[in-house]
């Protein structure tokens, strides 16, 4: 980034947030919360939940070896599901209002929950799973996603949660690593207008997975599956649990929560969430990022295999006792109107997205947006990927509601650093400033801090309960990948930059920063120069090798209007213009998509493989639309 544009965006202004956004109880309580040391600010939290048995002590270890809460006891579902069924105003209370892609609502109240879960939990425990077994979650976003994993919950299971749009080849490694005892899966899902089938997929995979005793089959489509040996239907475990099961008082250190994560590396790392630090973090999460009001109802548009679902959603969400959207399929199936009506139908109040949703809507244009101008809304909030400011201009303005910018990661287990929805100031595509329990610092690649205004790498310098506890099976490799690289601290492995007014920059990923003839440059920072255009919907910039630089820029964008005509021109003139010639993109390729997954991220690696390799030379099985890359290969192709 050029010493021009690095003063431009730290000298973004601050964007005050209108009165009438302001919950004023929220305002002292989080006054009183950031005043608070971290292991007392997260004391305060954890008696906000409810335990079988106090802790003896709050927190023990340094970053790398920390414990939360010794000698307490606490079950996830129990704080998530039956505390709100103890009170009739909550018992009826609406828990989940699902939508499938053909159309079908379903709507659970938080008694009709716990009494699914509690039964599953039961029926589960009959086919043999027990505390510490992994139970995988092989389904699109259904209700069911959310009666498995509270159920596992219940008994003390590991739930690990297969994205639905995994093949074979993913599904059966994943399932390996995991050592995984019980597989629940959907039959099959709808995605844009036709079936996946999930259950056909996992049959494949399964004759390579032998520790997998059990299949149990939810019957999304109707149409009666014929089961076959080792396979139950999720009708009938309900109904051998139908006498339910108690909540199991668990170590609050324990695993609870498996996620897959290919993070840098190529190897995919099986991240380990403990039961209480994943409650504790989670609940703070959403009561801070997103604040339950009276009549809300909370959209987490994002799919139940991206970490944001079961920490706002599932757990989050429920253990604040809000009232949780939940849809299938894609955003734009049948229409692009299809967003806009989810809103209307279920009188949505606050939505949590990726930006790349938000650029859809942009795409979209601004006449379907006056079309449906949804007046209900308070709030939208988004993570994933870095907001530009364009994009969060439009959203502000469009909607009239504030647009929060979370950053945090897998390996975190929630976002740490935004503003607090109410209470704090924006700045268009600023991360905020950190949320209570949590300590930070930008460090250059010696470890020293570096002031603010100037890059550096982003390091956590103190434990917290979300944070990932080991990798499945490996923990050395998970003290070489976070601890290794600045002892005492846990890397992020991204870059940021820390303005005068406290906000965090997050600027892309540490390995994301090119060289070119000399010059290092983060290929997030070209794009957000490159999404500056008017006519740049999206964009996504990849370093590929170059004879004589070693490395140049290469710029993919989708365009808001057909015509193509001078773009490429504009756009490396605009990046050479505010960055320096270094900068500028050797090639602009316009493309109709781009490869993403089905949680919104664009898939960089495959756009580099495209150019460098003319197709992709690893796993595709997470992406969303495979004619997405068809159309990129033929674009660069030519």
């Not at 089961?227 to 668990?250: H, K, T």
Request: proline content about 6%.
């Amino acid at each position: 980034m050029s010493d021009d544009s690095l003063a431009q965006l730290l000298d973004t202004p601050l964007r005050p947030l209108p009165p009438g956004w302001t919950v004023a109880d929220r305002v002292e309580s989080l006054a009183k919360a950031r005043a608070l040391e971290p292991d007392d600010y997260w004391e305060w939290v954890a008696r906000q939940q409810r335990w079988t048995r106090e802790w003896d002590t709050v927190r023990t270890g340094g970053v790398s070896d920390f414990r939360y809460f010794e000698g307490g006891l606490i079950n996830v579902a129990d704080n998530c599901v039956d505390r709100w069924t103890e009170d009739p105003a909550t018992a009826d209370r609406a828990a989940i209002v699902w939508e499938g892609e053909p159309g079908e609502v379903r709507t659970v109240t938080y008694a009709e929950l716990a009494d699914e879960v509690s039964r599953l939990a039961a029926g589960l425990l009959d086919l043999g799973v027990g505390e510490g077994d992994v139970v995988a979650v092989y389904m699109p976003n259904l209700v069911e996603a959310f009666t498995t994993i509270h159920a596992c919950n219940r008994i003390g299971a590991v739930y690990t949660v297969l994205f639905s749009g995994f093949g074979e080849e993913a599904v059966a490694s994943r399932l390996q690593a995991a050592r995984a005892a019980v597989v629940v899966v959907a039959d099959a899902s709808y995605r844009r207008g036709r079936r996946v089938q999930l259950l056909s997929t996992l049959r494949s995979a399964l004759t390579r997975c032998p520790s997998v005793r059990a299949t149990v089959v939810v019957d999304r489509t109707g149409d009666g599956v014929a089961l076959r040996e080792g396979e139950r239907s999720y009708a009938d475990v309900l109904a051998a649990g139908a006498g339910g099961a108690p909540a199991v008082p668990l170590d609050p250190n324990a695993p609870s929560f498996l996620i897959f994560t290919s993070g840098t590396e190529s190897r995919p790392k099986g991240v380990v969430h403990s039961v209480g630090g994943f409650l504790l973090g989670s609940w703070a999460n959403a009561h801070w990022q997103v604040g339950r009001e009276d009549g809300d109802v909370y959209w987490v548009a994002a799919d139940v295999g991206w970490l944001t679902f079961p920490i706002q959603a599932v757990v989050g969400g429920l253990a604040c006792g809000m009232t949780v959207a939940c849809f299938e399929g894609a955003l734009d199936t049948p229409t692009p109107a299809r967003f806009y009506e989810i809103c209307e139908r279920h009188a949505v109040t606050k939505i949590l997205a990726a930006p790349t949703l938000i650029r859809m809507l942009r795409k979209f244009g601004d006449d379907l947006a006056a079309a449906h101008p949804l007046p209900g809304l308070k709030l939208i909030t988004a993570q994933g990927e870095p907001l530009d400011g364009d994009t969060f201009a439009w959203a502000t303005d469009t909607f009239d509601v504030p647009v929060i910018n979370a950053y945090g990661q897998t390996e975190t287990g929630s976002t740490w650093t935004y503003p607090v929805y109410g209470v704090d100031p924006l700045k268009a595509g600023s991360a905020g400033t950190p949320v209570p329990g949590h300590t930070f610092a930008i460090v250059d690649d010696s470890g020293e801090p570096v002031p603010p205004g100037v890059k550096g790498n982003l390091v956590l310098t103190g434990p917290f309960p979300t944070l990932c506890r080991t990798v499945w099976g490996d923990h050395q490799r998970y003290l070489d990948t976070y601890f290794a690289k600045f002892p005492g601290s846990y890397a992020t492995n991204d870059e940021a930059v820390l303005d005068h007014d406290g906000h965090i920059w997050v600027l892309g990923r540490a390995d994301d920063v090119i060289n070119v003839a000399g010059h290092r440059i983060s290929t997030m920072e070209i794009e957000a120069v490159v999404t500056s255009d008017p006519d740049v919907v999206e964009a996504a910039v990849v370093g590929v090798p170059e004879e004589t630089k070693g490395t140049v820029p290469i710029a993919f964008v989708t365009l808001r209007s057909s015509s193509d005509d001078g773009v490429a021109d504009r756009i490396r003139a605009l990046v050479a213009g505010e960055m320096g010639g270094y900068a500028r993109p050797d090639r602009v390729y316009v493309t109709p998509a781009m490869p993403k997954t089905r949680t919104g991220k664009t898939m960089r690696r495959l756009l580099r493989d495209v150019v460098v390799h003319g197709g992709p030379t690893g796993d595709t099985s997470a992406m969303e639309d495979p004619a997405a890359l068809e159309a990129v290969t033929e674009v660069v192709r030519g």
